[in-house]
C-alpha cells in the first residue's frame, strides 16, 4: 500500500534552528538608520525586541539552541507530518511526487507558532509585559495570543482592516485565547487617525498595522512588539519545518528537485526552503526553489530591489528587500497572510544572489488549485498556501507532458477552516482577479527614500 505520512518521533524533533547567513557567499545588507543611512546597532531594536531575540537578528552563527521551555511546547503538535498526496497525484495524471508539509495541526492551525512560542518566551524572560502586534489573515495574531497566554503576556493585536471584515471567526479566535483586537487603521494611534482621516473606510494594510502596533510598544518599557514575519529571527524560528522535512524525506529515500513556497513577508517559504538550500550549496541536492506570491501584491516579481520602511508611518529602521513602496495599499485579497508591501531583507538577499527564482499567480487559479487539493487529501487549505498548491500543479502537468519523474515538495502552511466565506466567493463565481495598474506600482514607489 502507500506510503501517505510520514512521521518522526517527538525524540527526532531538531533541537536547533539553522541559521542560513552562516552559509551565504556574502552576508545581507545592514539596515540603516532613516535620518543618517548609517547602519544601526542593536540598540535601535532594544525598544521594540528583548535582546535575545535581537541578537538571533544579528547573528551569524550557524546553528541556534531551541529551549527547553519552547521544545515543550512544540512537542504539543511537532514534529509535524509530511504527507505524500498520492491522491492529487493520480487527479493529475502526473508521474511526479508530491510531497507536503502539514503545519495545520498546531493550536493556531497554521505555521505561525513556531516563532510566536519562542518570540512570547523570550520576552517573558525579560521582564515584558505585554506584547503588541499586527495580523493580516489573523493567523499571526492567534498564534501569538496563544503563546503569550502560555507566557502569562497581555496580547494587542492590529488586524488588517478588510480581513478584519472578511475572517471574524479569526478574530473570535484571538480573543479566545485572551488578545484583544483592534480593527486597523484605528483611533487609537496617531497612525491610524491620520488615515482615518483621509479616509474613514480605509481597508488597511500590514504596513499600516505595524505602524499602529510599534507606536503602542516603543514608548513603553513593560511593552514590546513582535513581527510575524519578515525579520531575520523569525525566519530562524521557522527552520524546524525544513530541518523536520529533511530528516522525513530521508525515511522515503526521495530529494527534492523543486521546492514551492507561497510568500508574503516569507516566513513560511523560508521555514521551508532554507535548510534545502544549506544542502544545495554544500552540493549534497540541486533542487529548484520558487517562491509564489500574489500577482496582486508581487514584491519579488514587479518590486525594487531598495531600502524601505518595514512600515507604513516610517518608524522602523530602513531595510534593503524587494518593495512595493510602503504606501503600497494591496487590494483586499482573500489571502490576508500574503499582502505585505515588502519582502524579508534575507528571502531578497537570496534572490538577489540567484539563488531561487519567483512567480505570481492570481487568486481565482489559487483557489481553484485549493479545491482540488481538497477534494484529492482531504484538507481545505488556507488562501495563502493555495497559491503554492497552483504552482505545484503547473509543474505536476508540465511534468505530465515531459514524462519527467520529478519530487515535488511544498508546505501546506495552514488550514483554511476559518476562510470558509473566501471558499464562498470563489464557487459562486464572485471572486476576480485584481489587476494592479503599472500607475499604482509607480505611485507607490515614489515613496522609497531616496539614498
Known amino acids: 500500500m502507500p506510503q501517505h505520512k510520514i512521521l518522526l518521533d517527538e525524540s527526532e524533533m531538531p533541537t536547533r534552528w539553522y541559521n542560513l547567513v552562516a552559509d551565504l557567499p556574502s552576508p545581507p545588507p545592514p539596515p540603516l538608520h532613516p535620518g ?63 510531497y507536503y508539509k502539514y503545519e495545520g495541526v498546531s493550536p493556531a492551525g497554521s505555521h505561525k507558532p513556531n516563532t510566536a512560542v519562542p518570540q512570547a518566551y523570550y520576552n517573558a524572560q525579560a521582564g515584558v509585559k505585554k506584547l503588541t502586534t499586527e495580523t493580516g489573515a489573523g493567523q499571526w495574531g492567534t498564534a501569538l495570543a496563544f503563546a503569550c497566554a502560555l507566557f502569562d503576556l497581555t496580547c494587542e493585536v492590529w488586524q488588517v482592516g478588510a480581513s478584519y471584515d472578511q475572517k471574524p471567526y479569526r478574530r ?169 508591501h515588502g519582502m524579508a531583507p534575507l528571502i531578497s538577499h537570496v534572490y538577489e544572489l540567484g539563488l531561487m527564482e519567483a512567480i505570481s499567480v492570481q487568486q481565482t487559479e489559487a483557489f481553484a488549485a485549493g479545491l482540488q487539493f481538497a477534494r484529492s487529501e482531504g484538507i481545505l487549505p488556507a488562501p495563502e498556501p493555495t497559491h503554492a498548491l497552483a504552482a505545484c500543479i503547473r509543474e505536476a502537468l508540465e511534468c505530465k507532458e515531459s514524462g519527467q519523474e520529478k519530487v515535488i515538495l511544498t508546505a501546506l502552511c495552514g488550514h483554511g477552516h476559518f476562510d470558509l466565506a473566501a471558499y464562498d466567493s470563489y464557487l459562486s463565481g464572485r471572486m476576480t482577479d485584481e489587476e494592479v495598474s503599472p500607475e499604482r506600482f509607480r505611485d507607490a514607489l515614489a515613496t522609497v527614500p531616496a539614498m
Open 172 to 340: 473570535m479566535m484571538i480573543e479566545a485565547f485572551g488578545a484583544v483586537v483592534h480593527r486597523s487603521p484605528s483611533a487609537l494611534t496617531e497612525a491610524g487617525r491620520a488615515i482615518l482621516a483621509d479616509r474613514p473606510d480605509h481597508p488597511g494594510s500590514l504596513g499600516i498595522a505595524i505602524s499602529e502596533a510599534v507606536e503602542v510598544a516603543a514608548p513603553d518599557p513593560e511593552v514590546r512588539y513582535a513581527l510575524g514575519s519578515v525579520l531575520n529571527h523569525v525566519l530562524l524560528h521557522q527552520t524546524i519545518i525544513g530541518e523536520e522535512a529533511l530528516l522525513q524525506l530521508a525515511k522515503v529515500g526521495d530529494t527534492p528537485d523543486v521546492i514551492v513556497g507561497c510568500t508574503g513577508g516569507g516566513s513560511n517559504f523560508a521555514g521551508l526552503a532554507f535548510p534545502f538550500l544549506r544542502e544545495k550549496l554544500a552540493g549534497r541536492n540541486d533542487a529548484v526553489i520558487r517562491a509564489v506570491e500574489p500577482s496582486s501584491c508581487p514584491s519579488l516579481t514587479r518590486g525594487v530591489y531598495a531600502y524601505d520602511f518595514g512600515d507604513t508611518a516610517g518608524l522602523t529602521p530602513l531595510m534593503k528587500m524587494h518593495t512595493l513602496g510602503h504606501d503600497f495599499v494591496p487590494d483586499p485579497i482573500h489571502s490576508g497572510g500574503l499582502r505585505y
Open 36 to 98: 543618517t543611512h548609517e547602519p544601526v546597532g542593536p540598540e535601535a531594536f532594544e525598544a521594540l525586541f528583548p535582546m535575545a531575540l535581537i541578537e538571533q537578528e544579528v547573528t551569524t552563527e550557524r546553528w541556534v539552541d531551541i529551549p527547553e521551555a519552547v521544545l515543550d511546547v512544540y512537542r504539543l503538535w511537532r514534529p509535524s507530518p509530511l504527507y505524500r498526496a498520492h491522491n492529487l497525484e493520480k487527479a493529475l495524471g502526473t508521474p511526479a511526487k508530491i
